[in-house]
């Protein structure tokens, strides 16, 4: 038989023993719920690693795609741009192959003319005609793809430097844009008719001032342009009759289909008359 003492004993060392198991239990418990904490952050933080990865790249990806569009974009306007270098290659070849046909006419015509010309005054006349149309072409290409110039400017930079000092020139009109081919024409019937005043304009008689005058405007459906100096006006008719004078009235009754006056009063003086739809085709 136990006694009750013993009995006591063993139940207070089975507590003890119990309590022990717990408090191991509790430990491996808290162990355990630490471990699974700590992989959790790690979890966590790979997580959030990853998201920022992937962030970062999607960043990269829609940066790509811009710069790949930016480059689609730059791609086609260098296309266009050759393209229309091109085409404009092809026009300027097509443009001065027709100016050195008109020049070589201009020529022919002049060589069947009876009247005989001294070589500097040939020459003279040659290299006026020649830069009346290249400073066309300058201006076609200072205003790359423009089909118009404008007329003001044109004047200005042609005749200007071919008058020089010998007269004042006086331009008077409205902002107007001609076609290329029209600013051929006018640009030569202009130097015909500035080299004849300034070869007779002023033979005679005393001028304090050598003016050269050109106004033009456009009351629809002509346009209208007058030509003066202050000289001695048509003293020598057969002066107005020469090659310079078939030259005008080829360029204005034919190539342009207007028509023309000349008087004097006060000067010489031209009027022109041109259908304004010859100076848009």
Not at 64 to 88: C, Y
Not at 193 to 208: A, P, R, Y
Not at 245 to 253: G, H, N, V, Y
Request: charged letters at 25%; proline letters at 2%; glycine letters at 4%.
């Amino acid at each position: 038989m136990f006694r009750s003492v013993d009995i006591i004993k063993t139940i207070k060392l089975l507590k003890e023993e119990n309590n022990t198991l717990k408090s191991k239990v509790q430990l491996s418990k808290t162990i355990i719920e630490d471990l699974e904490d700590q992989r959790l952050n790690i979890t966590l933080k790979s997580l959030q690693e990853l998201k920022k990865k992937n962030e970062k790249l999607n960043a990269q990806n829609i940066k790509l795609q811009k710069t790949e569009k930016e480059l689609s974009i730059k791609n086609d306007h260098l296309e266009k741009a050759i393209e229309n270098k091109n085409l404009l290659m092809k026009e300027i070849h097509h443009r001065v192959k027709n100016n050195l046909q008109l020049l070589s006419s201009l020529l022919s015509i002049q060589k069947r003319n009876n009247k005989v010309y001294d070589n500097s005054e040939l020459i003279i006349g040659i290299t006026n005609r020649i830069t009346a149309i290249s400073s066309l072409h300058q201006m076609l290409y200072q205003n790359f793809g423009s089909e118009l110039i404008n007329l003001e400017d044109y004047l200005n930079k042609t005749f200007k430097p071919i008058i020089n000092s010998e007269a004042k020139l006086v331009i008077d009109g409205p902002s107007f844009m001609i076609s290329i081919e029209a600013c051929t024409y006018l640009g030569l019937i202009l130097n015909e008719l500035i080299t004849n005043s300034l070869k007779h304009g002023w033979k005679t008689g005393n001028f304090k001032e050598k003016i050269i005058r050109i106004s033009f405007h456009t009351p629809p459906p002509h346009f209208s342009l007058h030509y003066s100096d202050n000289g001695n006006g048509l003293i020598d008719t057969s002066s107005k009759e020469g090659f310079g004078k078939s030259i005008i009235s080829l360029l204005i009754t034919k190539q342009m289909t207007g028509k023309y006056k000349e008087y004097s009063k006060e000067g010489y003086n031209m009027e022109i008359e041109i259908p304004e739809k010859e100076l848009s085709n």
